[in-house]
């Protein structure tokens, strides 16, 4: 066999002498490979599938044919041998039937997995893959705490104060009209600023203030007649749930203080990983369900590969 020019798409052409015959050779594995950089091209960039098509110089509808085995197969990543720091967080990608479920370590290495919901199951499957953590950055979600305290009994938690003022918010609304309201408002401004243990003090013992100040008016009633009985309830029930919350959340606030470089929020997962999946997302609109679970694989190992997507936690 001898080189004998190319095709119109450029692949070598070989003759044989003894049978006077030409042809090419195929090569299914190298044919694989190109092909599954052509489907990483284009889910995790911008290019469409009609751009991509013209630079191969084969119709969209053929392009699209060879792209279809390769959603079948989502990529995987290793479990790292030791972690300091952990930040959890998770982020639904086709409606709310299918969920990623995000592990960060401190040295920006991305481990997931997918689940239909964000349950103490489907996070246990997830936790019971990594090694036990110093300490674990999470949003407090109920499943994820009891999923926690499930696999890494007594692990230190840092609660992330986005997500308990972002739950704030829903129980006070940006303009509290009552002075309770408007107190802890305040209160709840300043724990962002706390960066030692003297401030977190003050700002547990103001709380403690806070508490003692109002409690005869967060148990105030309201009664009603229905029928023959009277009825109540609690007057003043967001500023109870702000309450709840914060007594919730006090023990996993300030955690961040005891281990240096522990981050006091979730945003690497927020701002790193879930941006850059929704962004990937709205580009892509239109894919099915096992197509965006291998589009967000894809995206992760990316993502792994380069290491830099996100700066380091310290």
Known sequence: MRKHGYTLRGTPRWYCPACRKTGIRSRPDTRERHE????????TGKTSVRELARKYRVSRQILSRRFRPHFRHTASWHSPSAVRILVLDGAYVHGRSLVVLVALTEDGTACWTFAPRETAATWSGLLERMP????????GQKGLLKAIHAVWPGVAIQRCHFHVLQLARRYLTRRPKTEAGQDIQALMRQMTVARTHEDAGAWRRAYDAWEKKYASFLVERTYYRAGTRMRWWYTHRNLRGMRSLIQGALP????????PGTPNTT?????????MIAEALRLHRGLRLHQKETLVSLLLVERNRRKNATRKFT
Not at 132 to 139: G, I, K, Q, S, Y
Not at 252 to 259: A, R, S
């Open 36 to 43: 599954r950089h052509q489907v990483a091209r284009w889910l």
């Open 267 to 275: 945003n690497h997962v927020e701002g790193g990983i879930n941006a």
């Open 132 to 139: 036990r953590p110093a300490v674990v950055v999470c949003d």
């Open 252 to 259: 996993h606030l300030f955690t961040f203080l005891d281990h």
